[in-house]
């Protein structure tokens, strides 16, 4: 083996090996990404969630970023060694609500909360169209149930998105984010309803309060269409 081959051959090891290390596994049609986060907790207590990714396919040739199609949260309980699991599909084929991006999840005397929003006018519309736009939840009874805005701890109303929203870019993966890490990622985000749990209506968004409503008689109807005047010779 001559020395250009050898160092082509230790360069595709590399590569090899910094997949394997940040979680993301792959074929033609699918991959799995997974990451470690630290988790800040309004208390200032910190949890370690594990968080995997599912997706499928490129939406278009000049796509970086493959349609996500599932993701698993585990997180780790504070004081204990209890881990919890929350799953979110983002296929809207599906029936039933789904397509939700986590914002935060926090504990409040022993009981873990999770906050999330709509991904999409279809999830939107799924959810019942809140307006503020965040899914809210309980862990009881070894199961997530959905809660009212007004039973979710008064502590946790205003506060920030204490997971990375959505997912890393595939290319910057890395295997564990600090909690600097993770408000580094959501700091770009602009639009408050995705990273803040919010008390108050959203007005004059451009967000998934904007959503038409699928099930107003505007859809449900067929129109009929518009007249067009028939082209005369002149």
């Known amino acids: 083996m001559n020395t250009k081959h050898f160092l082509m ?5 590399r590569m090899a090996i910094s997949i394997l290390t940040v979680g993301v596994s792959m074929n033609a049609y699918s991959a799995t990404m997974s990451w470690k986060e630290e988790v800040l907790l309004h208390d200032g207590s910190k949890v370690i969630s594990e968080r995997a990714y599912n997706v499928g396919g490129y939406p278009g040739f000049d796509a970086h970023e493959r349609v996500p199609l599932d993701q698993t949260v585990t997180f780790s309980l504070p004081g204990t060694n209890e881990k919890i699991i929350w799953k979110s599909d983002f296929r809207d084929s599906e029936p039933e609500p789904n397509s939700l991006n986590l914002i935060r999840f926090d504990v409040v005397n022993g009981v873990p909360y999770i906050a999330a929003y709509p991904a999409g006018c279809i999830a939107y519309n799924k959810w019942g169209r809140p307006n503020p736009p965040q899914i809210l939840f309980k862990y009881a009874g070894e199961q997530w149930q959905r809660i009212t805005l007004a039973e979710l701890p008064p502590e946790l109303i205003n506060t ?13 993966l890395k295997p564990f984010y600090t909690v600097e890490d993770v408000n580094a990622k959501n700091h770009a985000i602009s639009t408050p309803e995705y990273k803040t749990i919010l ?3 959203v007005k004059g968004s451009d ?6 409503d699928f099930s107003s008689q505007r ?16």
């Open 207 to 212: 967000a998934v309060t904007s959503c038409p």
């Open 160 to 172: 920030q998105a204490n997971v990375i929203v959505g997912r890393p870019a595939t290319s910057l």
């Open 9 to 13: 051959l230790r360069k595709v090891l």
């Open 199 to 201: 008390r108050e209506a």
């Open 219 to 234: 859809y449900r109807s067929p129109k009929a269409p518009i007249p067009i005047k028939p082209v005369t010779d002149k």
